[in-house]
């Protein structure tokens, strides 16, 4: 009887454990309390005895403890590498005196962030399980609450995988990434990739990587989505599905849980807002989340950093983002040469409307010009008035809004809603092309090479004639002379050499508009250099030097004269064509700056960088005016709309962001492509988008139209459901979006260049790339 007694006096196991964690917390008061309850002894010490006496005691061998460490011992030179790259190996050479031995207490001593306890005490798979239990609790949470839940997945898979690349459990760290990288590869393609590639703790080192650990990742959620999430962090309540057994709440789940909770404290913060959940559109929780700490631009000289891409915009103040104003007597002259060809364009105002709710710069505002204009002015404008008379409008909506594709109407709803797309395809490329480029006329088409140089087709199959190699170019004086120097016998292509390493963009001059081929084309190249090139010598004008590093893209300003280049140096430059210095420098990316794009009255210039964000700058000033945050991957390409109410983006994510230029906030996310997007241009009414990428495919989206994910067996035309005909498998249809009108496929041709011309057809192009190439 005496032994049972004592035997009820022990505690159970679960009161043990809450008086054990009572005392190491110092909860005196509270421990006494509980014990007074259970009626059971205040002598810790004799508990704790019979505790140790019950229970082994575990202990590690120097070797074993030495083994453990070794992956963070590091060199002595401070470079952050590891002593030597492989646990095993080292301990091998330590054991038989290949290298000395270090002792435990030097080991420690070069561990970096992590701590101690933490390396010796972590288990690996707590991470593995608790991102097993989390991406459960998402999917089975209530649909109106999935979207902004979901973003949470991808900052908490790149700290635990990297807390298990930093703690030296790499085996566990690959198979942590095996299993939970797919369900996410979606739209982190890139990030995913470059993670992948660290696999020591001394890899950790990685710029984006340090970005993760040092900055706090911006995360937009609701109230009530938030309490939700607080409560399953905390208690393990919500979210698991019926018969699921212990769920999230069992010993596991517990440490699952805390792990995330470690994350959550030390590396996100949540913008959490009044919203309801059913009142933000799905794809709008991602928007403005992100590393966005160092993005956002200050607001200027004195003013606190803005911490939200929406505060920034509103700060900056309104645009001006209407037409740019016509010269009166450039207008005068047009009106009265249209009078003199008979022209039913005559009597309309030639001036360019203003829509409604925009402002027009003042002619102040502009870069500086020619204070008279040239015939070349007058002939673009007079072709312009004509082609406006003459264009073919297309009405994407009709298309949209057609409830039956089987019906009859339909061919003629299609004809009105999307384009004619006419495809030229290079064969037979060698190393690649990695840029092309139409003029305004249709008549030239510039294709830039990686073998460094540039190739110009006349598409007429007019012969393009240089100067003949005996003419001294100082003695031409006129045009006469010009003409009389030129080769006799030439061809519909010519080879423009001057580059000395690949030829990454190429632009024409937009000066004589859709009136006569441009006189003027530009390249950028890898060799940091951009040339101006004469269509009508075909020959090297001048180089324009002051990058450091490959200039990705050049583009000409609507205006011509001056031209804006992109470049790996994270700098976007302004140029003037007779000058060979830059006249303004646009800083303030944290990565390569990818594409620029000038706005239609060319008061503003767009930026595309690596660090996942757009920029739109006031050309004059060189101060940014807007920011633009949402994707998950580095900007690709950039398109503004004719009436310069939008600026399309498209990233690495495979994503097509429709951005608002007034406000700064996103519009929607057009998602369809299944590589990245290379190129995009608007219609002459901005009402409809086309985009070309590595998919091989030509895509129409409508601008105007609502968006949103399709649903399952929405039939599109020509039987193709969600893009993708009949009998095939849908997985690859879940991503669309309602507003990809069309999608035209080629058979192996990635389009490198979309073009819309002035009376709205599209020209594409592309280099065939074999099958036996990937």
């Excluded at 991808?154 to 030296?168: A, N, R, S, T, W």
């Excluded at 650990?213 to 938030?226: A, C, D, P, Q, T």
């Excluded at 799905?282 to 803005?306: F, M, R, V």
């Excluded at 024409?508 to 390249?523: E, I, K, R, T, V």
């Amino acid at each position: 009887m005496q032994q049972m007694e004592v035997e009820q006096e022990k505690p159970p196991e679960v009161e043990r454990m809450i008086l054990e964690y009572l005392r190491k917390r110092g909860h005196k008061n509270a421990e006494q309390a509980l014990r007074d309850a259970l009626n059971l002894p205040a002598n810790e010490q004799a508990e704790d005895a019979s505790t140790e006496a019950s229970e082994p005691v575990q202990t590690v061998s120097d070797e074993e403890l030495r083994k453990h460490l070794v992956p963070f011992w590091e060199r002595k030179e401070g470079s952050g590498d590891n002593a030597l790259s492989d646990g095993d190996l080292t301990m091998q050479s330590l054991l038989t005196g290949g290298v000395t031995a270090p002792s435990v207490t030097k080991l420690l001593e070069s561990i970096g962030p992590g701590g101690v306890d933490e390396i010796l005490s972590v288990d690996p798979t707590d991470r593995h399980e608790g991102f097993r239990d989390l991406e459960a609790w998402v999917d089975g949470s209530l649909d109106m609450y999935r979207p902004e839940f979901r973003p949470i997945l991808f900052p908490i898979f790149c700290h635990f995988y990297l807390d298990l690349i930093q703690l030296g459990f790499r085996d566990a760290g690959i198979r942590f990434f095996n299993t939970f990288s797919p369900s996410l590869s979606q739209t982190h393609s890139r990030v995913l990739h470059r993670f992948s590639e660290l696999l020591l703790p001394s890899h950790l080192h990685d710029e984006l990587a340090q970005r993760f650990r040092n900055e706090k990742y911006v995360l937009r959620m609701s109230k009530s989505g938030f309490s939700l999430l607080v409560g399953w962090l905390t208690e393990g309540l919500g979210g698991e599905a019926s018969g699921a057994g212990e769920g999230f709440s069992g010993e596991k789940g517990k440490r699952g849980r805390a792990a995330i909770m470690r994350v959550v404290n030390n590396h996100l913060r949540f913008d959490v807002t009044t919203s309801n959940s059913t009142s933000v559109p799905p794809n709008a929780w991602e928007e403005s989340s992100g590393l966005i700490s160092d993005l956002i631009p200050s607001s200027g000289s004195g003013q606190d950093q803005k911490s939200d891409p929406a505060a920034f915009n509103a700060s900056a103040g309104a645009l001006k983002l209407g037409p740019a104003p016509m010269d009166e007597a450039l207008r005068a002259e047009t009106e009265r040469r249209l009078r003199e060809m008979n022209s039913p364009s005559a009597m309309q105002d030639v001036r360019p409307t203003v829509p409604a709710g925009l402002i027009s710069p003042s002619p102040t505002e502009l870069l500086p010009r020619p204070a008279l204009f040239k015939t070349i002015d007058l002939r673009r404008e007079v072709e312009r008035v004509r082609d406006e008379r003459k264009r073919l409008r297309l009405e994407p909506s009709a298309l949209a809004m057609e409830k039956d594709p089987t019906s009859s109407a339909v061919n003629a709803v299609r004809a009105r809603a999307l384009p004619s797309v006419c495809a030229y395809t290079l064969y037979d490329v060698g190393e690649g092309a990695p840029c092309s480029t139409f003029s305004q006329d249709s008549s030239l088409m510039a294709v830039g090479f990686s073998e460094s140089y540039v190739r110009v087709w006349n598409l007429k199959g007019d012969k393009l004639r240089g100067i003949r190699n005996d003419v001294d170019p100082n003695t031409t004086r006129d045009s006469n002379a010009l003409r009389k120097a030129k080769e006799r016998d030439a061809k519909s292509t010519r080879k423009l050499i001057g580059h000395s390493g690949p030829v990454y963009s190429v632009a024409f001059d937009p000066l004589s508009g859709s009136s006569a081929p441009p006189q003027y084309l530009l390249s950028s190249s890898a060799d940091a250099t951009v040339r101006l090139w004469s269509m009508e010598t075909m020959s090297n004008l001048v180089v324009y030097r002051g990058h450091q590093n490959p200039v990705w893209d050049v583009q000409w300003s609507p205006m011509g004269i001056y031209f804006a280049t992109a470049s790996r140096d994270k700098t976007a430059r302004l140029w003037s064509t007779d000058r060979l210095s830059a006249l303004r420098i646009y800083a303030g990316h944290l990565s390569d700056v990818d594409c620029v794009k000038f706005h239609p009255n060319s008061l503003y210039l767009a930026t595309g960088s690596s660090d996942w964000t757009c920029r739109l700058w006031d050309v004059q000033k060189g101060v940014p005016m807007r920011v633009f945050i949402g994707h998950q991957g580095a900007i690709s390409a950039l398109a503004m709309s004719p009436d310069g109410r939008y600026l399309a983006s498209a990233g690495e994510d495979l994503a097509i962001c429709l951005w608002d230029l007034g406000s700064g906030k996103r519009i929607k996310k057009m998602t369809g492509h299944t590589a990245s997007v290379y190129s995009m241009s608007f219609s002459n009414e901005s009402s409809l988008l086309v985009s070309g990428g590595a998919d091989w495919t030509v895509r129409c989206w409508d601008v105007k139209g609502a968006g949103g994910l399709v649903n399952r067996g929405t039939v599109r035309e020509n039987g193709v459901v969600n893009g993708i005909e009949d009998g095939k498998d849908h997985e690859e249809s879940s991503f669309e979006t309602v507003d990809l009108l069309a999608t035209f496929p080629t058979k192996r041709t990635p389009i490198a260049t979309v073009h819309f011309t002035s009376r709205n057809l599209c020209l594409v192009s592309g280099s065939f790339l074999p099958s036996d190439q990937r």
